[in-house]
């Protein structure tokens, strides 16, 4: 009876219908499937995180609506830890805005900078996010295509001057979700320099710079000259604290971004629970102790399936950050039928990298979210069944 509004229909299709029914199917047989499909951390909150939160439930004072902006508190603590983490300077005031998950921000900052026929230069594969909010605010986005042969960078010199002259906004994601690829300063050098030649603004999704291994410390895009009159990067407690279910995040840099979020926001929420902000002041002001352990357990997990998924005749490099393998599929498979492949002969669920985008057509996405035994249960399940 009720038409969807065409911003609904404009999404791209669903993939994962049939591997949902399958998955279903294998489920009422009573396979014991292995999970390796969505990038949600299967580690708890650090307790600490939680006790700061039981306290602050208590108090009345945090039961009311909070600010728009996010606590004061919180906000100066973000800062804090931007500046000891990338030597990046922030004003709490008005370049700090606290969100319900980086999601939240990554959809509304859309609504603030595009206009109906605004272009946004969308990355594939990635988060889906990135176009679902440009499509919502009346966008288009203008893919660029993340190819191994540029190391899962978006060739910028590619795009036409036409579509440059439209664009309003440029997305980018280092440590990269779902390549796993990493990004240098010459290569935020590069997108910061674009952004101040063609007035786009660049909003970096910055959610997996916890996550890295080796002693490699990721980079925040703020940390190059001039990155602050154009540039807008989220960060979210969510993979860095094992946080997912609490929504609490926050976005940081170019004031006017921070601004017109915050117009967009002050109409349609009203900002994260305090209780959860005091635990995000815990947080960030554990990072030391908290974040080193956790690296430690991705960093054996990751070795685990690389190692497996060699022994099964798989090409892929260890990645240098996030919690993601981004494998390759070999001939004469697609990213379908492997994902299909895995799960109803192995029992194991894998994303196909095409639901990230047809970009990612020709790779699947490991997500390194079971402990290790089950990772080693799961390498052993695919060599069994072989390529
Ligand atoms: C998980 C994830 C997010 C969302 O984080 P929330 O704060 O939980 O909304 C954003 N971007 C990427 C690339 C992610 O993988």
């Not at 054996?300 to 981004?326: C, E, Q, S």
């Given at each position: 009876?009720?038409?969807?509004?065409?911003?609904?229909?404009?999404?791209?299709?669903?993939?994962?219908?049939?591997?949902?029914?399958?998955?279903?199917?294998?489920?009422?047989?009573?396979?014991?499937?292995?999970?390796l499909g969505?990038?949600?951390?299967?580690?708890?909150?650090?307790?600490?995180?939680?006790?700061?939160?039981?306290?602050?439930?208590?108090?009345?004072?945090?039961?009311?609506?909070?600010?728009?902006?996010?606590?004061?508190?919180?906000?100066?603590?973000?800062?804090?830890?931007?500046?000891?983490?990338?030597?990046?300077?922030?004003?709490?005031?008005?370049?700090?805005?606290?969100?319900?998950?980086?999601?939240?921000?990554?959809?509304?900052?859309?609504?603030?900078?595009?206009?109906?026929?605004?272009?946004?230069?969308?990355p594939t594969p990635a988060?889906?996010?990135?176009?679902?909010?440009?499509?919502?605010?009346?966008?288009?986005?203008?893919?660029?295509p993340l190819l191994a042969e540029h190391g899962f960078k978006?060739?910028?010199?590619?795009?036409?001057?036409?579509?440059?002259?439209?664009?309003?906004?440029?997305?980018?994601?280092?440590p990269n979700n779902p390549t796993a690829a990493v990004?240098?300063?010459?290569?935020?050098?590069?997108?910061?320099?674009?952004?101040?030649?063609?007035?786009?603004?660049?909003?970096?999704?910055?959610?997996?710079?916890?996550?890295?291994?080796?002693?490699?410390?990721?980079?925040?895009?703020?940390?190059?000259?001039?990155?602050?009159?154009?540039?807008?990067?989220?960060?979210?407690?969510?993979?860095?604290?094992?946080?997912?279910?609490?929504?609490?995040?926050?976005?940081?840099?170019?004031?006017?971004?921070?601004?017109?979020?915050?117009?967009?926001?002050?109409?349609?929420?009203?900002?994260?629970?305090?209780?959860?902000?005091?635990?995000?002041?815990?947080?960030?002001?554990?990072?030391?102790?908290?974040?080193?352990?956790?690296?430690?357990?991705?960093?054996?997990?990751r070795?685990?399936m690389v190692r497996g998924l060699h022994g099964a005749g798989f090409t892929v490099n260890p990645p240098k950050a996030t919690f993601y393998l981004w494998v390759p599929v070999p001939r004469p498979y697609t990213s379908m039928d492997l994902t299909s492949k895995l799960?109803?002969?192995a029992?194991v669920?894998v994303t196909p990298g095409n639901g990230f985008g047809s970009a990612g057509d020709g790779y699947i996405r490991i997500a390194l979210?079971?402990?290790?035994?089950?990772?080693?249960?799961a390498a052993?399940?695919i060599q069994?069944v072989g390529l």
């Amino acid at each position: 009876m009720f038409k969807q509004a065409e911003r609904i229909s404009q999404l791209p299709p669903y993939l994962f219908k049939e591997i949902d029914e399958n998955k279903k199917r294998i489920m009422t047989r009573g396979v014991d499937i292995i999970d390796l499909g969505i990038g949600d951390p299967d580690l708890p909150t650090p307790p600490h995180i939680i006790e700061a939160m039981a306290s602050a439930v208590k108090d009345p004072a945090n039961h009311r609506y909070p600010s728009y902006a996010g606590m004061e508190e919180f906000r100066y603590a973000i800062a804090e830890w931007y500046q000891r983490r990338f030597s990046v300077k922030l004003d709490p005031e008005d370049e700090v805005i606290v969100l319900i998950g980086a999601k939240e921000g990554i959809a509304h900052i859309s609504l603030a900078f595009i206009d109906h026929g605004d272009l946004a230069l969308v990355p594939t594969p990635a988060y889906p996010v990135y176009n679902s909010g440009t499509l919502f605010a009346g966008g288009e986005s203008y893919f660029l295509p993340l190819l191994a042969e540029h190391g899962f960078k978006p060739d910028l010199a590619a795009i036409p001057p036409e579509v440059t002259k439209r664009a309003k906004m440029l997305w980018i994601n280092y440590p990269n979700n779902p390549t796993a690829a990493v990004a240098e300063r010459d290569f935020f050098e590069a997108i910061v320099a674009f952004g101040h030649r063609h007035g786009i603004m660049v909003c970096h999704d910055l959610t997996y710079s916890e996550i890295a291994f080796n002693g490699y410390k990721p980079m925040s895009l703020l940390e190059v000259d001039g990155a602050k009159e154009i540039g807008v990067e989220f960060h979210s407690l969510s993979k860095t604290f094992n946080m997912t279910g609490w929504r609490i995040a926050f976005a940081v840099g170019n004031r006017e971004a921070i601004q017109g979020l915050c117009a967009i926001k002050s109409n349609l929420d009203s900002g994260a629970f305090q209780a959860i902000q005091i635990a995000g002041i815990a947080a960030l002001k554990s990072h030391r102790e908290s974040i080193p352990e956790m690296v430690t357990v991705y960093e054996k997990r990751r070795d685990i399936m690389v190692r497996g998924l060699h022994g099964a005749g798989f090409t892929v490099n260890p990645p240098k950050a996030t919690f993601y393998l981004w494998v390759p599929v070999p001939r004469p498979y697609t990213s379908m039928d492997l994902t299909s492949k895995l799960l109803i002969e192995a029992g194991v669920v894998v994303t196909p990298g095409n639901g990230f985008g047809s970009a990612g057509d020709g790779y699947i996405r490991i997500a390194l979210t079971q402990d290790e035994k089950r990772l080693r249960e799961a390498a052993e399940r695919i060599q069994r069944v072989g390529l």
